[in-house]
């Protein structure tokens, strides 16, 4: 009981911070984009440190805030729904192997918060239920605008769902287990006199671009960010003010983060760096580097959250640099080509696994 009360602390602590500095990620490179410098101003005992401190200075301005609810609104779904949509984001962060199972005094720790043989699927129905704060947040505004802002952004979570499950059959063809432990072992294979990883993105190329793309249209962020375009669109957060947008705000970043990492962990060989084993490094060359199991676990932590942040930085860089899709292409997108397309990987994975076996 004590080890799942540390993992669940350290896990969704170390989310909640890397969430925090994507926001200055954010900022920094969009400035960059824009020739500017970016967030910078907030300091501490007089040292600023090119913006470090600002993200804790926006979390603390988020909560002090004025929080006001309007008379007009249904106070149950209202108030749910910022909340239902950061559980549901934040909780699937839990299943995510960020370092293989440590054994010590001959017991087995998971360092993941929920180790599950049905990962996947857990991951899968965990993020389907954030449609539930999408559309209650809508409904339960009482506002038509809200309303009409929340059925679209459902319209869209619903249809890149599709795409999002079905691209991920191919890679389950390759890796035929639900376990994401398991799935990041079986990544860890050599071929060409043990120099390139059968990582997912090599297997199936396909399925990576296509995961990745109706992954960020599941995030709802440029270009896939009509639900809450502010500036053209209204979204469906328009009657939420103070710390329960707020809620809002983080649960998208949470979002940015558990796509990076579930694509990491599908198509990056998850948190093993390249040539290493269980007890340490073996390179095609013929050397070899032998380490402690605590250090190897370091190792993978830190292999893993490099891959993340190299994802989160590409995420971010799409979503300055394209523009937004209209309401029908976006559509036309999932239902027209990512769906097809994830059939006909589909088809072709099976056929080559066929011949294989």
Partial sequence: MVWVVIKVVVIFTWALVTVLYIT????????????????????????????????????????????????????????????????FALVPVGAIPVADSLNLGGK????????????????????SLGIYGVILGGYGSKNKYGL???????????????????????????FPSLNLNEIVHMQNRYVLGGWV???????????????????????????????????????????????????????????????????????????????????????PWGGTWLLSPVWIRLIQFITFNIKLWIMVWFLLLIRWTYPRYRFDQLMDLGWKSLIPLSIFNIIITSGVMAVIK
Avoid: C
């Fill in 197 to 283: 990883p059968l990582w997912g993105i090599i297997l199936q190329p396909l399925a990576a671009a296509l995961f990745l793309i109706a992954g960020m249209a599941e995030n709802k962020r440029v270009p896939f960010d009509l639900p809450e375009g502010e500036s053209e669109i209204i979204g469906y957060f328009l009657e939420y003010s103070g710390m329960k947008f707020g809620m809002f705000f983080v649960a998208d970043f949470v979002e940015v983060l558990l796509l990076a990492g579930l694509f990491t962990t599908f198509f990056l060989g998850g948190y093993n760096p390249p040539y290493l084993f269980q007890d340490g490094f073996h390179f």
């Fill in 24 to 87: 200055l990620l954010e900022r920094k490179e969009s400035a960059l984009i824009q020739d500017r410098i970016g967030a910078n101003r907030a300091e501490v005992l007089g040292l600023r440190l090119n913006g470090l401190f600002q993200p804790f200075a926006d979390a603390l301005k988020m909560f002090f805030k004025e929080d006001y609810t309007p008379p007009f609104v249904d106070r149950p779904f209202y108030l749910a729904a910022p909340l239902l949509a950061l559980i």
């Fill in 148 to 174: 009409v802002g929340g059925m679209r952004a459902t319209a869209q979570v619903i249809s890149y769902e599709v795409a999002l499950g079905l691209s991920l059959v191919g890679v389950l063809l390759v």
């Fill in 108 to 127: 087995e720790f998971s360092l993941s918060v929920i180790g599950s043989n049905v990962g996947v699927v857990l991951v899968l129905s965990l993020l």
